[in-house]
């Protein structure tokens, strides 16, 4: 049988490997060596578990979306990975690292965030275990997203600002990655999406396994047979998708639906679709698709989520799109604000921009009366309020000036 898993080398196909600067070998083989005996232990596993469910709050529910999925003719489950503890899907990998980095007798951590939901889960796991604990942050989104910086100071995570390029994710990354070469042998880098140098994507995808474990359970619970016809996810990095598809990504009954960040529109220079956009390239260790122009030059990506808003992609969404496991499809801004919308007010829930993209592939899809659809709803949309009163704002001045 075809698998997609990773090989013992770190790809997927072609994407992946671990392209590191010689002061970071070492560490990086280290981890290699030790992250799948650790996390198959069985002290890992209950210490992970017992997190898991008594401080993220897991399981997480899957929710039967009636009015939703009547609107798109299919039976509509949603994962409900916004009810988690920090509002989304990173506290399962951050809480899985930092147990790793404790078993590895590493004594600070360093992080990097975009929109600051990466941040604040590593933040809350620090103080959980009494680490001490540094997030590079850009500028830029350190403006953008106040409320998430003050949680990670309150935390007692000290965040620091980067201010190299357009001061956004990309930019913080590059920063972890230069602190880690500076402190190889105390630090342990809690990579927040399965980006990265090998083991990193493989190591985030595990962790995030935990979604298609349950989801496997519950919707045979559900329906009366453990697997979907259709599963649908957001990808930044990829890591909530990866996590959503796990258990089910070598199974040809099941269909698998991605949806990267269109921005403006794929063609308006101003998008974050990197599956479309990129060509071959390396960016902070892993050999994937990388948005750069003809000179390699990386191009900044740009969307109106902070947390989709990557030049790279996880190099297992590489080789799923290329080998056509997986049909990726690109939602724009403003789709992704309908499909917030139309969830609000069909399900009474408001998502994350990021899950809002995820629900944008509705509109775009034909389903058979008779699939069973899971879409993972990766985070709440707390964070998202100022964007989305603007949004409606917009819609009230367009309606009024219709009459
Ligand atoms: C960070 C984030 C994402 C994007 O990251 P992935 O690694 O692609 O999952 C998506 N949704 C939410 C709510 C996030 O916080």
Known sequence: MKTYQIDEKGYYGPYGGAYVPEILYRCVSELQEAYLG?????????????LLCDYAGRPSPLYRARRLGERYGCTLYLKRE????????????????????QRMGKRRIIAETGAGQHGVATAAVCALMDMPCVVYMGQTDMERQLPNVRKMEMLGAEVVPVTSGNMTLK??????????CCHPSDTFYIIGST???????????????????EIRRQIAEKEGRDWPDCL??????????????????????????LAEAGGMGTDS????ATILLGRRGIIHGAHTLVMQD???QIEEPYSISAGLDYPGIGPIH?????????TVLSVDDDEALRAASELTRLEGIIPALESAHALGVLAKTDFRPSDVVVLTVSGRGDKDMATYIKYMERMREAASGAC
Not at 195 to 213: C, F, K, N, T
Not at 318 to 326: H, M, N, S, V
């Open 195 to 213: 980006v990265g140098p090998h083991p990193y994507p493989d190591l985030v995808a595990r962790l995030q396994s935990v979604i298609s474990e």
């Open 269 to 272: 220079g101003m998008s974050a």
């Open 171 to 180: 930019d913080a990354t590059s920063e972890a990655i230069r602190d880690w």
């Open 232 to 257: 649908i996810a957001c990808v930044g990095g990829g890591s909530n998708a990866a996590g959503t598809i796990y258990h089910y990504v070598n199974d040809p009954r099941v269909r698998i639906l």
């Open 318 to 326: 590489a080789w799923l799109a290329e080998e056509g496991r997986a």
């Open 38 to 50: 650790i996390l198959e232990s069985r002290t890992f596993r209950e210490e992970y578990h017992r």
């Open 294 to 296: 003809e000179d390699g």
């Open 82 to 101: 916004d009810l988690n503890h920090t509002g989304a899907h990173k506290i399962n990998n951050t809480l899985g690292q930092i147990l790793l980095a």
